[in-house]
């Protein structure tokens, strides 16, 4: 029997096996258990992460006999001939190659007879995003006009891409990159079956470089299985040069050198990496994987200050990587300002700073304290109460930093609007949005962050630091590719307001205070129930209890 690769052999069978995706898992077999099955379901997340294994499974599970707890047997004729690929009723569709208004009309058109010898016909349609405009509307009016016991299963990885007319006639899924604890855990259990020794550094770096994608780590692994030695098993060294990953002890040397400003031994550890054939792309991508753990560490030597600059001028150098075919010098100048970045945080703390820096930074200090007591402090002045709601709130980052400023209007303005139901409706897709986004620095950008308040016109999010909520609000291409991705998912477009964490609390605090200050005295004597309740589940949620004397 020829060999048959590990991303196919250790497919997925059952909905139990599937790793990484329990919330669509468990919604589908609850789904089969109580007899609740759709005309049309739509599977969209990033490559490799289960989808289509997942639609199999569904088709063997709504057609076997044997069918226990949503769970498909496995052993019958059924459940055998839709894992070979064989049954007539269950039929697979690659919009990639077949994605014109011809094929959709047949399948219309064959979609009409009953299954032959399941209980159900399955169609399912992968890279459905492939389709032409007329492929599409095709499609539509097989979805709006569906035949008793025909099933469609639509898998994408673009959602965006879809037609809002088409997701609004379809059920849902969103299936999740896969992380990376989840997939070291799964290539362990494989190497176990397979009665493979292998060292555990060289699954962690295999596991990173899938990005999320079961089956790009399956295929990695098979790659680096077949260039590893038989008797000494899996090494971290294989698994380092097939996918071309970075040893974590070149980072440490690199990010070393960078950190004492010695720009000459930072580039001799570059020349290194590229004389041993490392991609610089995916240096810089591993690079910034590092800072970013770096910002996670507390008790990281390099200052946050330091970080976040560092992050910038990679995630910038990143794309020039991407767009020129002199990959080793856009490193090197990337190196070169990398260099240059001082330890601002360090150079005050240390016994050197000149007193008048210090006292400088001191006088800043106190007069921020000032005027965040001064804004939480409720005034008798309506013509203060006005200046503060139109006034552009200025808060510093860092010493070296450009101050980010936040339009106060604008923002008690969306707060004003909000709605519990658009924020919830939001919330409920925000990690669908993020991962909808292609490209690395962009999803590296709005990564961990928050929507806190939303209604049809504006949403509000948060974000760890003010410099990624500043870049998000200077970026016009992300802005509206935001807005598309809302339009087409929530079925709004409301215009994102990126805020720092620290900033979302202040302006919260500020906004409610002038809410109270500027309420006449016979309102606040008795305010309406609803009108009281409203405001607060807006801003807050369903946590806000009504307590009654």
């Known amino acids: 029997m020829s060999y048959q690769a590990l991303y196919r052999k250790y497919r997925s069978q059952r909905f139990d096996e599937m790793v990484g995706q329990k919330i669509v898992a468990t919604t589908l077999k609850n789904a089969i258990i109580n007899g609740q099955i759709s005309h049309a379901y739509l ?19 709504i057609n076997c006999p044997n069918q226990k707890d ?35 009309r047949e399948i ?6 009953a299954a032959s010898q399941a209980t159900y016909k399955i ?37 965006q891409k879809i037609p809002a007319t088409i997701i609004s006639r379809v059920q849902r899924f969103a299936f999740k990159s896969i992380t990376t604890a989840d997939i070291h855990k799964h290539l362990q259990e494989v190497l ?44 971290e060294k294989d698994a380092l040069l097939v996918t071309g990953s970075i040893a974590e002890v070149a980072l440490v040397d690199y990010v070393n050198a960078l950190s004492n400003s010695d720009e000459k031994e930072a580039l001799e550890q570059l020349d290194k990496l590229f004389s041993e054939g490392k991609n610089m792309l995916r240096f810089t991508e591993d690079l910034l994987a590092y800072f970013r753990d770096m910002l996670l560490d507390k008790e990281s030597p390099i200052s946050y200050s330091r970080l976040y600059q560092w992050t910038d001028i990679t995630i910038e150098s990143m794309k020039n990587i991407k767009e020129t075919s002199q990959t080793k010098v856009a490193a090197d100048v990337m190196t070169l300002r990398l260099s240059e970045i001082s330890d601002g945080v360090n150079a005050v703390n240390s016994a050197s700073a000149s007193p008048d820096l210090l006292a400088e930074i001191q006088s800043l200090k106190s007069e921020l304290a000032r005027l965040k007591a001064e804004s939480s402090t409720p005034t008798l002045s309506s013509e203060r109460n006005t200046e503060r ?53 962009e999803k590296a950008l709005i990564k961990n962050t928050q929507p806190v308040a939303a209604s049809e016109n504006y949403v509000v999010v948060t974000f760890p630091h003010e410099n990624l909520a500043k870049r998000v609000m200077e970026n016009d291409d992300l802005q509206l590719q935001f807005g598309n991705l809302l339009s087409r998912i929530v079925d709004f477009s409301p215009k994102i307001l990126a805020l720092a964490e620290e900033q979302w609390s202040d302006l919260r605090s500020d906004y409610v205070a002038s809410r109270h200050s500027s309420t006449p005295d016979y309102q606040k004597e008795a305010p309406t129930e609803d009108e009281g309740l409203s405001q607060a589940k807006a801003l807050f949620g369903d946590k806000v209890v009504e307590i009654r004397d």
């Open 43 to 61: 599977f969209s997340g990033p490559r490799g992460t289960g989808k289509t294994s997942a639609a199999k499974i569904f088709a063997k599970a």
């Open 108 to 113: 219309r058109d064959k979609s009409t007879y």
């Open 123 to 159: 169609y399912i349609i992968d890279e459905v995003h492939m389709l032409s405009t007329g492929a599409f509307n095709a499609l539509l009016k097989t979805l709006e006009e569906p035949t008793e016991n025909v099933v469609f299963v639509l898998a994408t990885t673009e959602l």
């Open 70 to 104: 949503g769970e498909p047997c496995n052993d019958c004729y059924i459940c055998e001939s839709i894992t070979k690929g064989t049954l007539d009723d269950v039929i697979e569709l690659d919009a990639a190659s077949n994605n014109g208004v011809d094929e959709i």
């Open 192 to 235: 176990d079956e397979e009665s493979v020794k292998y060292e555990d550094k060289a699954l962690t770096v295999i596991s990173k470089s899938a990005e999320g994608g079961m089956r790009d780590a399956l295929s990695l692994l098979d790659q680096a299985l077949s260039f590893s030695d038989v008797n000494s098993g899996l090494q």
């Open 389 to 441: 709601e139109v006034e552009q709130v200025t808060v510093p980052n860092s010493v070296n930093s450009t101050p980010v400023s936040v339009n106060r209007e604008l923002i008690y303005k969306a707060l004003e609007e909000a709605t519990n139901e658009a924020r919830h409706s939001i919330v409920e897709v925000w990690d669908e949005i993020v991962q909808s986004f292609n490209k690395p620095s």
